[in-house]
């Protein structure tokens, strides 16, 4: 039977206490396809070997990274983030009975060879999610790369929300962002010419009909370098700031391909455009009319708007690219530690006249009690991290410890919010290792407070990665001395290709804030503004 929404029902006439063992399996593709998969994945399999076995599966991905040295609940609460990270995306290839790889495309109906992933929605997972994949399981990572090409040679366009086909939901054009992350830090097998040309072709306009899907708005930014605040397109300041890193990795990723100088320059200027949002009055950024006159009257706690799923507060900070920049604009790094600590310090008001009753975001910031932090949606999961960039390490080291302890646990109502395809998740384990990808594109990890005494990591290319924090504890969240392979190191980051080469990497913890150890400026992760 075919149709819209058509589904089955199957019912067995059994007696109490009687059990039924059924196998299923499904294919997007036929059901001689989905017999197939029957055959290969579970055959004659009973129910208790199919349950051990996958259950191996997942013990053998979980033990690639191997943790002691913390409580019971800290125990369980990072396996079970390491297990939602790993849950997504999803697969939407199928091995036919020559076992080759084949799918269904959701694109144009045709069944096609090669990779195709689905259910995911970039505007959360580039963050984390993705640059995760780039540390542990680039070989994946390399073939989810070529289920965009596949996508984009199917579609026309590159998914930002895959469910299965494009999916009219959130903003930005952050597969730019997870492409240009994969490629830099090595992967391959997939065509990086095919993508570039997906990125430009994003860059320059949307899809006809699903706004989400290239830049909505992209005349207006490529022209004047914002979207208007009064020309109709919601979410206008959090699309030109999400476009401006977007515009940053394609920059990266020209520089990286040789591509003409002038395409570079084009896409690195763009990557200012968050310049002209920031409203200097006010001190945030803030919604701009096209005649170039700031949003008035302005409310920096009202969410949505010119702004996706928070407020000023919570998007002024999204410019991963160029801290530094963000830093000269607010004046310095004592007026930007300033803001920062505000966050924290106000009360978690709120203004939702623009939805018309406070989104559950908004009912989890107030629930968290941190000020206006709202770690229970991504835009500022990013944002504790940032004192590392203006001299004041020590400060992320203590709120970074507060988060883990505070808004996670292993029990059920032990998250803070929005899993999101595994970003909330991604956060606490990148978190918890002791680093963390501000700024997918740029190499580097921002450098936290690790939560285990003794972290193994079984890197994919056979390296182990050893983490260890003498003296951790509760008490002992500040980092006093850092040491990779025994060689100190002083500033707030660290080198992706280092990681990848294993090793040792040595914290030493104290219960004292170190104020002399990161605080130079040399000491802060990449901006634009200082190439480093």
């Given at each position: 039977q075919q149709g819209e929404h058509v589904g089955a029902v199957v019912g067995?006439?059994?007696?109490?206490?009687?059990?039924?063992?059924?196998?299923?399996?499904?294919?997007?593709?036929?059901?001689?396809?989905?017999?197939?998969?029957?055959?290969?994945?579970?055959?004659?399999?009973g129910f208790d070997q199919v349950c051990d076995e996958a259950r191996e599966v997942w013990n053998r991905?979980?033990?690639?990274?191997?943790?002691?040295?913390?409580?019971?609940?800290?125990?369980?609460t990072f396996y079970s983030c390491l297990y939602r990270t790993l849950l997504f995306?999803?697969?939407?290839?199928?091995?036919?009975?020559?076992?080759?790889?084949?799918?269904?495309?959701?694109?144009?109906?045709?069944?096609?060879?090669?990779?195709?992933f689905t259910d995911n929605g970039f505007w959360d997972t580039f963050r984390a999610v993705f640059p995760f994949f780039n540390f542990m399981y680039p070989d994946l990572n390399a073939n989810i790369m070529e289920g965009l090409v596949n996508t984009f040679m199917e579609s026309g366009w590159l998914p930002e929300w895959a469910s299965p086909g494009h999916r009219s939901c959130m903003i930005g054009s952050n597969s730019a962002s997870i492409i240009t992350d994969a490629y830099l830090k090595g992967a391959r097998g997939f065509d990086i010419e095919i993508l570039y040309d997906a990125l430009i072709k994003n860059s320059n306009g949307h899809h006809p009909q699903i706004h989400s899907v290239?830049?909505?708005?992209?005349?207006?930014?490529?022209?004047?370098?914002?979207?208007?605040?009064?020309?109709?397109?919601?979410?206008?300041?959090?699309?030109?700031?999400?476009?401006?890193?977007?515009d940053f990795c394609i920059s990266k990723l020209a520089e990286a391909l040789g591509k003409p100088q002038e395409e570079i320059d084009l896409y690195a200027n763009r990557a200012k455009n968050y310049l002209n949002v920031y409203d200097k009055e006010s001190g945030w950024m803030c919604g701009r009319n096209e005649d170039g006159s700031f949003q008035r009257p302005f409310n920096p706690l009202k969410w949505g708007d010119a702004f996706t799923e928070g407020n000023s507060l919570h998007y002024t900070w999204s410019v991963f690219?160029?801290?530094?920049?963000?830093?000269?604009?607010?004046g310095g790094n004592q007026q930007f530690v300033n803001k920062l600590d505000t966050i924290f310090t106000m009360p978690p008001h709120f203004d939702c006249s623009y939805y018309g009753f406070p989104i559950h975001e908004i009912r989890e910031m107030q629930i968290m009690n941190m000020g206006n932090y709202a770690h229970g949606n991504q835009p500022i999961q990013h944002m504790i991290y940032l004192y590392n960039y203006a001299g004041q390490p020590w400060k992320a080291q203590q709120k970074l410890r507060l988060v883990m302890d505070k808004l996670y646990s292993p029990y059920p109502d032990g998250y803070c919010g929005d899993e999101d395809n595994g970003q909330t998740s991604a956060w606490y384990v990148f978190s918890a290792m002791g680093f963390y990808p501000v700024c997918p594109g740029s190499n580097q990890y921002v450098i936290g407070a690790p939560l285990f005494k003794n972290i193994r990591i079984d890197l994919q290319n056979n390296n182990t990665l050893e983490i260890c924090a003498e003296n951790n504890s509760a008490e002992n969240i500040y980092v006093s001395d850092l040491k990779h392979n025994g060689k100190t190191i002083h500033v707030n980051f660290l080198d992706h290709k280092d990681l990848m080469n294993g090793g040792k990497l040595e914290f030493t913890m104290t219960d004292t804030p170190i104020q002399g150890r990161g605080t130079a400026k040399e000491s802060a992760p990449f901006s634009m503004s200082n190439k480093k």
């Open positions: 067995f006439k059994t007696k109490r206490g009687e059990q039924v063992h059924v196998k299923v399996a499904s294919s997007f593709i036929s059901p001689e396809q989905a017999m197939i998969n029957l055959n290969r994945e579970i055959a004659d399999k991905e979980l033990s690639r990274i191997k943790v002691s040295g913390g409580s019971k609940e800290q125990v369980r995306p999803r697969k939407f290839y199928e091995l036919d009975k020559d076992n080759m790889i084949i799918h269904y495309s959701p694109y144009n109906g045709e069944v096609l060879p090669g990779y195709m290239g830049r909505y708005g992209a005349d207006y930014y490529n022209s004047l370098g914002f979207i208007p605040y009064n020309v109709g397109i919601n979410e206008n300041t959090a699309r030109t700031l999400e476009y401006a890193y977007a690219h160029d801290i530094q920049g963000l830093i000269d604009l607010m």
